[in-house]
């Protein structure tokens, strides 16, 4: 989620928890908390692909 309108597609894909507005906007499409977010970003990267995977098995 970029403020570069050229990268909307490529931002879809990675999770930035660099800003508020962004973490907020993941964790509301994800239904799952900050902490919930951030655990699941350090065990398996910025992908959002593999975080709504491990979110799914938690």
């Known amino acids: ?3 570069d ?3 909307i597609a490529e931002d879809r894909n990675l999770i930035s928890l660099a800003e508020a507005y962004e973490v907020r906007d ?4 994800l239904n799952c908390t ?3 977010l951030r ?3 350090k065990a398996v990267g ?4 593999a ?6 098995n938690r």
């Open 26 to 29: 993941w964790t509301q499409s």
């Open 51 to 56: 975080v709504r995977s491990y979110l799914a």
């Open 1 to 3: 989620m970029s403020d």
């Open 46 to 49: 910025h992908s959002a692909q």
């Open 5 to 7: 309108s050229t990268k």
């Open 34 to 36: 900050e902490d919930e």
């Open 39 to 41: 655990a699941a970003v």
